[in-house]
């Protein structure tokens, strides 16, 4: 693979959005992922993971792959210490605000998961909630009456909605909780909610303050909507061939998709090119 211009010589850091981007649509870490992860991380140059998901969720890819950086969750709202699990930073929807957006999402037949703690709550439980436990390995937990049982700050809010009618959904919400919410979608038939403050971009940002990173020499990579902050404050932003639309419209370059390891065929390529 040959380089584009404008890709720095000096890269500090790579930023890697996890799902379809360095894992799979199967949600596995390929061979050739993890060899150039490692061989990254050995030349001194962190695979700094920024994912939407919960920190419990994206321990095990962490442990597998052997990365012990800061990693950025929950779009931004955290960062989080891989190994004592402790949050370096944290921010939360505001709680009044969080138990309107519950009330409103319940009101117009959407009952959202509700992440407080590194743990997911719903008032009850689901197909898809069923589906999420089973695929994240993860406990998911009923409490009834969502809005009257929160009593601490969620982190996120997720909405499950059908593709079709997500964009209506979204309207909605962004109408009502406008700068009160950060609002995106990660996959077609997810509508993510967060404190307006955060994003990706800001999670990286707060990353790259810790490990003294330069915006400039930081590359990153990702495939959703809720990777356009992430790419837009590196120095370089990727994105895989099969990104949402806004991505590759944003991104200064282009990859392989996961399934094809394009982020490490990105890593491996760079390395080879360093004298």
């Known amino acids: 693979m040959i380089l584009p211009p404008g890709f720095p010589r000096d890269v500090q850091a790579f930023a890697c959005d996890l799902d379809r981007t360095l894992a799979g649509h199967d949600g596995l870490l390929r061979p050739r992922t993890l060899a150039a992860i490692a061989r990254s991380r050995a ?3 962190p695979v700094i993971v920024v994912t939407g998901r919960m920190f419990r969720s994206v321990r095990p890819y962490l442990e597998q792959a052997g990365i012990d950086d800061p990693v950025v969750c929950y779009q931004g ?3 989080v210490d891989p190994l004592s699990g402790a949050f ?3 921010e939360p929807i505001p709680l009044e605000v969080a138990r309107e957006t519950i009330s409103a999402l319940t009101d117009a037949g959407y009952s959202p998961n509700c992440y407080v703690d590194d743990r997911l709550f719903v008032a009850r439980h689901t197909e898809y909630s069923r589906l999420y436990a089973e695929f994240q390995h993860l406990p998911v937990t009923e409490v009834g009456d969502l809005a009257a049982w ?4 969620p982190t996120k809010l997720v909405a499950v909605a059908d593709p079709d009618h997500l964009p209506r959904l979204r309207a909605t919400i962004e109408e009502r909780f406008a700068g009160r919410l950060f609002v995106t979608t990660s996959l ?3 509508l993510e909610l967060g404190n307006p403050a955060v994003s990706k971009g800001t999670g990286l940002a707060f990353v790259a303050g810790r490990l003294g990173l330069d915006a400039s020499r930081v590359v990153s990579f990702g ?3 809720n990777d356009i902050e ?4 590196a120095g370089f932003g990727i994105a895989v061939e099969d990104a949402h639309p806004l991505l590759l419209e944003r991104a200064d370059w282009t990859c392989p ?6 982020v490490a065929a990105v890593i491996g390529s760079y390395l080879d090119s360093r004298p």
């Open 230 to 233: 992430l790419i837009e404050w």
């Open 150 to 153: 929160l009593e601490s700050p």
């Open 223 to 225: 495939d959703g909507e």
């Open 43 to 45: 030349a001194g140059i």
């Open 257 to 262: 998709s996961a399934e094809q390891e394009g």
């Open 188 to 190: 077609p038939y997810l």
């Open 77 to 79: 709202a955290a960062v």
């Open 88 to 90: 370096l930073l944290h």
